[in-house]
């Protein structure tokens, strides 16, 4: 873990590396055992995250000790920020503490019910976004987080959305964002037995599908492009009706890295995602393998 970490590598990299191996060690003692052996940098940005991680878990299960949990990462990215002031992880750490806080901004902590300049925009960790944007500008899970969080707090998901894609560079994957905001709100139609037929093809959902389409997928960084942003746009491209064209060349580039959602949300039965998935892909791709065998990962 300290080797892997230790090497030269991007902003980007480095944070979803250190998620990745948090999602493994949380509920292990690996962390607590390297800290015994040694204190360094690394361990303190990797101690955030795994306490961070069992934090969202336990809040996830509704278990008491998830606001414990909380402190313990806060107080964890307080000390590693403060050892190496350049990294964004410890900033994003926070961040991602963010969507456990209340609805109501009087409950909040004052660092999840700040305002930002524009007055359409609801109050919430601006603070500690800007703090990642210092660092790594347009980090996607900083963005996300940002994202869960306004979704908790029950705010205009759909206005946050459109302005982070429209402010954001070509590269950046805040310009799938709106995609990912579609997908909520055609998951909640569809809980309500509304019609979502042509929910795809409407052309407040197309302006956001093409700009991802044409913008973001030729310019973003090919070794970064997360499997779930490749996944929502192909989704959104497939069932908006776009050409073959467009579409198989953001198939080609997921490969076998297809991620449950947002196919899961499509199917009446979510355990027959991947057919959905095989289904759609062999439309414009049917001389790829045609079975859930090929399919691996979660992204």
Not at 31 to 47: A, I, K, L
Not at 186 to 195: A, N, T
Not at 204 to 223: C, K, L
Request: overall charge neutral.
């Amino acid at each position: 873990m300290h080797a892997l970490l230790s090497m030269k590598q991007s902003h980007a990299v480095r944070t979803t590396r250190t998620q990745v191996l948090a999602a493994v060690a949380a509920w292990s003692d690996v962390v607590e055992n390297w800290g015994r052996e040694s204190r360094d940098d690394q361990w303190r940005v990797m101690r955030a995250r795994v306490w961070a991680e069992r934090a969202r878990r336990a809040h996830q299960h509704r278990l008491t000790e998830a606001f414990a949990f909380a402190q313990k990462a806060r107080e964890a990215c307080a000390i590693a920020s403060t050892m190496q002031p350049d990294d964004p992880v410890p900033w994003v750490v926070r961040l991602s503490l963010s969507p456990m806080d209340s609805p109501d901004p009087r409950e909040r902590l004052p660092e999840n019910r700040t305002l930002y300049s524009e007055e359409a925009m609801p109050p919430g960790p601006w603070g500690l976004l800007h703090e990642v944007q210092k660092r790594d500008p347009f980090n996607r899970e900083a963005w996300h987080h940002a994202l869960a969080a306004f979704t908790a707090y029950r705010a205009d998901t759909g206005s946050f959305a459109r302005w982070a894609s429209e402010i954001a560079p070509p590269w950046a994957a805040a310009r799938v964002l709106p995609l990912f905001v579609h997908m909520q709100i055609y998951r909640q139609l569809k809980e309500e037995g509304r019609d979502t037929r042509l929910y795809w093809e409407d052309e407040g959902v197309s302006y956001h599908t093409n700009r991802a389409a044409m913008t973001w997928f030729p310019a973003a960084d090919i070794e970064t492009r997360a499997p779930r942003d490749l996944n929502f746009l192909v989704q959104a491209l497939h069932y908006g009706g776009y050409d073959t064209t467009v579409v198989a060349p953001v198939f080609e580039a997921i490969g076998r890295c297809v991620t449950p959602d947002p196919w899961e949300d499509i199917v009446r039965a979510p355990r027959h995602w991947s057919d959905e998935f095989l289904q759609a892909r062999f439309m414009h791709l049917p001389e790829l393998p045609h079975s859930p065998s090929h399919l691996v990962g979660r992204g």
